[in-house]
């Protein structure tokens, strides 16, 4: 940013670690901030629900919803299946007997009308309607499934014997979830995708068709009827995903989309092209930090009142838990970052309405609720929150109030002049409880900055004095706080 008068106004866009340093507005480096239309506000906090703690570690969870609106949270460990009855679990495994899932298995679950269905691939598929879960007669093993206008439909499917592809696919019969045996007049197909190699990471419905990733390859499968029923068209490209959770279904412009986290980049799929965000922004940062022993854990999940997907994944740093997020605003297209939410992985939490007379059932009362999220809380009659699996095995939402964030901008100044700094005024829109900052000053963008002066906030600014060629800004934040700019006061002194 060029240096030639005083009170100069830096609208603050987005998480940018990719950016050119010197370009004003980005934020180099930030914990615990995400974008939304307006401005820049403070991530939140996980927020415990009061569900009890699992009796031992959860290998999937997910809130369905039946046809008849009725709402239940389901979890499965290696030997059981439970749902939340308020703040306890009860065990709704099949009578019969306890599971013995492989230890690299992950329940997953969806519903088909007022039936639930769960999977794994050590297990055959269950179906409750209600009370306890039960053995689907001829029904495949899989690690994937989903339901799809008048079908289910199973991925990486098996029958326990002859039959088991990891790029197999298997649907049920038309409009009947428990009929698996194939035949042609029902419906029930199953075939393989092996146009590109490897096993199938993730697949999710967009409309009424089925979309499935590999690592590289995207399937997309359209009903056509008897007697093929099902048929794959390959998108052209290298686009995949990197594990089953990341994958979330968003809305852009009203039409239904996925965000999907490949192994190489990060796009948007609308059923036509794999369009791709986030270079020249955040790609190179987020991938020189992912984890590649733990990248198919990478897990996405929406908060539909925001705009906004959380990217939860394991950095260097991780010995196995999700330990960093990056948040994406399919609203406006801009990045944030958000906590170490040390979470297992995420899932989509739905909760009855919440109003003033039902006090929000995921844990928040009303002297919690910081002024900036306040709105974000009552929205919807039935609320999906975007939620977690901790490490703890417990259930959190991620809509508590925010407590610490932090961020650092790109550099205010030119090569050629030395300016002073004299003030920072941070235009916050909802106001924070203290902030402080730091000033780093460097005589070259590729230097490291030297941390010069801090300063306390008062009469909302910080005063500073410093000559430098460059100047950098790290404000560390507490408490819940919305802001759209910088008013910085910045004087050229002298040219070379």
Known sequence: MTSGSADMLVPLTQFAPDADPGVAGALVDATGVMPIERSIKAAPEALDTGIATAASEIFGAATVERVDSSKTLYMGTATKLYSASGSTWTDVTRSASNYSAPASSSWYFTTFGNQVLAANNGTVMQVSTGSLFSDITGAPRAEIVETVGLFVMAFNASDGSSWDYDDGWWSSAQANATDWTPAIASGSVRGRLYATPGPIRAAKPLGEQMVVYKNSGVYLGTNSGPPLWWTWQLVPGDAGCVGRYAVAQIVVNGAPAHFVVGPRGMYVFDGSRPVKIGDGIVRRWFYQRLNPTYREKTSCVVDRAEGVVYILFANSESTGSLNDCLIYSYLTGRWGRGRNYAARFGLQYLAPS??????????????????????????????????????????????????????????????????????VRPRFIANPTAASMNLLVGDALGDVPSAYQSATYTDKRFDVLAEARWHQVVMTVTGGFEITALDVDLTGVSAE
Not at 374 to 397: P, Q, W
Not at 401 to 423: C, I, V
């Open 354 to 423: 919440s109003t003033f007379d039902t006090v929000p059932p995921v844990g928040v009362t009303y002297e919690a609720i910081d002024a900036p999220s306040y709105d974000d809380l009552f929205r919807d009659a039935d609320m999906e929150a975007a939620a977690i699996v901790t490490t703890g095995d417990r259930i959190a939402t991620l809509n508590g109030s925010a407590n610490s964030s932090s961020f650092r901008t790109t550099y205010f100044g030119t090569d050629g002049n030395l300016s002073l700094m004299r003030r």
